[in-house]
Nanobody, 124 residues
Framework: QVQLVESGGGLVQAGGSLRLSCAAS???????MGWFRQAPGKEREFVAS????????YYADSVKGRFTISRDNAKNTVYLQMNSLKPEDTAVYYC??????????????????WGQGTQVTVSS
């Protein structure tokens, strides 16, 4: 497992933007990386994922066209650029790493490393 630390969360008005970062310590070669979120009273849900090469990305329908996931393997960092934010995007956002890459990228159970989360609050 690797250690993952998210940053970049905060309070933003609807329509605004934020960029989340996830810094990994340890070897992440070959890892698929993902972002999930959990709003109060709701289950954790998939947001986006990216393959090791960056050539494959997946998005939840709710964020497609507004969020962009990217990674810089030289810096061991994954990013989530969030534009046109809506109040319903309010949640704790978690970075996750999948060392096995054997399950659907949308399945939280397939990820074996998780960060502590960063709060994103979008005001209306």
């Amino acid at each position: 497992q690797v250690q993952l630390v998210e940053s970049g969360g905060g309070l933003v008005q609807a329509g605004g933007s934020l960029r989340l970062s996830c810094a990994a310590s340890g070897r992440t070669s070959g890892y698929r990386m993902g972002w999930f979120r959990q709003a109060p009273g709701k289950e954790r849900e998939f947001v986006a994922s990216i393959s090791w090469s960056g050539g494959s990305t997946y998005y939840a329908d709710s964020v497609k066209g507004r969020f962009t996931i990217s990674r810089d393997n030289a810096k061991n960092t994954v990013y989530l650029q969030m534009n046109s934010l809506k109040p319903e995007d309010t949640a704790v956002y978690y970075c996750a790493g999948d060392s096995h890459v054997t399950t659907s990228p949308r399945t939280a159970g397939g990820y074996d490393s998780w960060g502590q989360g960063t709060q994103v609050t979008v005001s209306s």
